[in-house]
């Protein structure tokens, strides 16, 4: 468990904790096709890792699939970033993207 000012987030039961609300992830109602642990990496990632470019994130994402995750990663970014913003919003978060050198660099910062 990882605890930073009014942050929780559980490894073990891959939920974030903010300001009182919670998100369990689980399931993707959207796409059941996404496996749960993808999308709390992800949320994991760019809550901690602070800004990443796109291919940094799909490594740290995808690093314990067997076969390396999708071949049009950037694509499956870009949705699944899409589908989680309800998400940010209810827990308080805001998603930044910001260009630099070329690269699209993401994370995430309590509102």
């Known amino acids: 468990m990882i605890r930073y ?14 300001d ?16 749960p642990d993808v999308r709390f990496k992800l949320v ?15 490594d740290l994402v995808y690093s314990g699939d067997v076969e390396g995750g999708p071949l049009t990663g950037w694509l499956v970014l870009g949705s699944m970033l899409s589908q989680l913003k309800p998400v940010f919003t209810r827990l308080g978060l805001s998603l930044h993207r910001e260009r630099r050198s070329g690269n699209c660099y ?5 509102t």
Not at 20 to 35: D, K, L, Q, T
Not at 44 to 58: H, I, T, V
């Open 44 to 58: 994991c990632a760019l809550l901690l890792a602070g800004p990443q470019p796109r291919e940094k994130l799909m």
């Open 20 to 35: 009182g609300w919670s998100c369990e992830f689980s399931r993707n109602p959207c796409n059941p096709r996404v496996r």
């Open 106 to 110: 993401y994370w995430l910062e309590p």
């Open 5 to 18: 000012k009014n942050l929780t987030i559980d490894m073990k039961n891959r939920v974030v904790v903010h």
